[in-house]
């Protein structure tokens, strides 16, 4: 029985030792992280604009924005009562924001996985850690994992 | 039950009294309190699975429910296997049952029970006597449900 609880309790909790680099990432799925947005493609509209844009929008509390060469990708949280209306607030906001920015492709998710990589691709590069170009294909890398479904 | 009653005997009336007045009360509230602990306890660890698979690999919230469910199963069977899980059941009752885990426990207790039978006809045989209506009426329930949301949105305008 000890054994067993031992094992599940080493499971849960095997993620406090590692990626101690990372700090807001570690956290990022249970507290507010509002991190910085991430203009790779510096052209176009201002990434700022953007994140204000979507933090007017009642139902979300956290918001992460990457502009990318082709895609600019919009990663939000719902507040916890509001996540009934998922899907329609997720409708809104890419309805207002395709008819506020009408030159720009929006990709917009509410799923905590491409948040945390919006979160860990801003600590990499904060940390010098990914050039422009590299943070151009991780953000392709997280588009696709939006898209898969299964 | 005035009908029952005129049926019986004094006799018999007087022992359903004193039935009645001996028999131990059901334990609603305390049992409700239990299944809701252990039932919640239960899906607080499926939650940090679900943030495991998030974290450490490649999962989205949508895709991560999955190895989830399949995790909390596969626990469920070992902790049965132990002898672990009966206790659990005995302390939770429906609130160990009804989680996704009371399906893993259906099946290894069905197994267990029937393995003086033989590997085919005992385990094989009768391994989802009790989970085999969980799979036949969930497979049913989700035919129902994606059927009527199949016409509210062809039809509903939905």
């Known amino acids: 029985m000890k054994a067993v609880i031992c094992l599940l309790a080493a499971v849960i909790l095997a993620g406090c030792n590692l990626q101690e680099e990372r700090k807001d990432s570690r956290l990022a799925l249970m507290k507010t992280t509002n991190p910085e947005p991430i203009q790779i493609e510096k052209d176009g509209v201002s990434v700022e604009k953007i994140r204000g844009e979507v933090e007017e929008v009642k139902e979300i509390y956290d918001a992460a924005v990457v502009k990318g060469d082709h895609n600019i990708l919009v990663a939000y949280k719902v507040r916890h009562l509001d996540r009934f209306r998922m899907k329609k607030i997720e409708k809104n906001l890419q309805d207002r924001l395709e008819k506020e920015y009408s030159k720009e492709t929006f990709i917009v998710s509410s799923d905590y996985k491409i948040f945390l990589e919006a979160v860990r691709l801003r600590e990499d590069i904060d940390a010098g850690k990914v050039n422009d170009k590299e943070a151009d294909k991780r953000l392709h890398r997280i588009i696709k994992l939006k898209q898969e479904l299964t | ?158």
Request: glycine share 12%; net charge positive.
């Open chain 2, 1 to 158: 039950m005035a009908n029952k009653n005129e049926k019986k005997t004094p006799t018999q009336q007087q022992y359903d009294k004193l039935n009645q007045k001996h028999e131990l009360k059901r334990p609603v509230l305390k049992n409700c309190l239990r299944a809701f602990f252990v039932g919640g306890l239960i899906c607080t660890i499926g939650q940090a699975i679900t943030y495991f698979f998030i974290y450490f690999f490649n999962f989205t919230e949508q895709t991560a429910g999955n190895p989830t469910v399949a995790t909390m199963v596969f626990l469920a069977m070992l902790l049965t296997g132990f002898g672990v899980y009966d206790h659990l059941g005995q302390y939770g009752g429906a609130g160990s049952a009804v989680p996704v885990s009371g399906f893993g426990n259906a099946v290894i207790s069905a197994a267990i029970e029937h393995r003086t039978e033989g590997f085919v006809l005992g385990v094989g045989g009768n391994m989802f006597k009790l989970a085999g209506s969980v799979i036949l009426f969930g497979v049913f329930a989700a035919f129902v449900v994606a059927l009527i949301k199949t016409i509210l949105i062809q039809w509903g305008g939905l």
